[in-house]
């Protein structure tokens, strides 16, 4: 699986450095000199980081080859791509990456399938998107069963077994957090 780990933005000055929107947490060790990044489009790349440093916040990229702002502004928009399979998996048991999570199969303590998880969102609090297929009575007489997206606090409480192996994730939620009629 690919992982976007930077997007290449505006140039900076008229020696082909670029503004880098940076996408991962180790942006020191992704974009080292002398790394080679896969790119979205392939066309693109690979790039080749030839220096990096920080400016006011932002991360300043030059890459080799290209030594010019008209060079630069060819890259606009590339998104800058790593392996999955090129991460080390995280130390702490109880850490996970975006994309281990996302596909795993949601279900109640009681193995009750409740859908999947189709995104992880990071908006101060880490929120699973589960995407919940048909609830039951849902579909009654219609073709096509009801398909609705609940929002579960990545918290242990609520979240309290992920098995990476088997493909599943436990959710022990208060009624109604992942079904609205079940409100109390």
Same mark, same amino acid.
């Given at each position: 699986? @690919?992982?976007?780990?930077?997007?290449?933005?505006?140039?900076? $000055?008229? %020696?082909?450095?670029?503004?880098?929107?940076? =996408?991962?947490?180790?942006?020191? =060790? %992704?974009? &080292?000199?002398?790394?080679? !990044?896969?790119?979205?489009?392939?066309?693109? $790349?690979?790039? /080749?980081?030839?220096?990096?440093?920080?400016?006011?916040?932002?991360?300043?990229? =030059?890459?080799? +080859?290209?030594?010019?702002?008209?060079?630069?502004?060819? !890259? %606009?928009?590339?998104?800058?791509?790593?392996?999955?399979?090129?991460?080390?998996?995280?130390?702490?048991?109880?850490?996970?990456?975006?994309? @281990? !999570?996302? +596909?795993?199969?949601? #279900?109640? *303590?009681? $193995?009750? *399938?409740?859908?999947? #998880?189709?995104?992880?969102?990071?908006?101060?609090?880490?929120? !699973?998107?589960?995407? %919940?297929? $048909?609830?039951?009575?849902?579909? =009654?007489?219609? &073709?096509?069963?009801?398909?609705?997206?609940?929002? /579960?606090?990545? #918290?242990?409480?609520?979240? *309290?077994?992920?098995?990476?192996?088997?493909?599943?994730?436990?959710?022990?939620?208060?009624? +109604?957090?992942?079904? *609205?009629?079940?409100?109390?």
């Amino acid at each position: 699986m @690919q992982l976007v780990v930077g997007r290449i933005g505006r140039p900076h $000055g008229l %020696r082909g450095d670029v503004s880098v929107e940076v =996408r991962t947490d180790e942006p020191d =060790r %992704r974009f &080292a000199p002398g790394t080679a !990044l896969v790119t979205d489009p392939a066309s693109t $790349g690979p790039l /080749v980081i030839e220096s990096r440093r920080w400016h006011s916040g932002i991360l300043l990229v =030059r890459f080799e +080859g290209v030594t010019d702002r008209d060079g630069a502004e060819e !890259l %606009r928009g590339t998104m800058l791509v790593i392996d999955s399979d090129d991460i080390p998996p995280p130390e702490d048991p109880d850490e996970f990456y975006d994309h @281990q !999570l996302i +596909g795993l199969t949601v #279900v109640k *303590p009681d $193995g009750e *399938p409740v859908g999947e #998880v189709s995104d992880v969102l990071h908006h101060g609090q880490d929120l !699973l998107v589960v995407r %919940r297929g $048909g609830r039951p009575g849902a579909a =009654r007489g219609a &073709a096509v069963a009801e398909v609705a997206e609940v929002y /579960v606090p990545f #918290v242990k409480a609520l979240v *309290p077994e992920i098995d990476l192996a088997k493909g599943v994730l436990v959710v022990d939620a208060p009624a +109604g957090l992942l079904d *609205p009629d079940e409100m109390v």
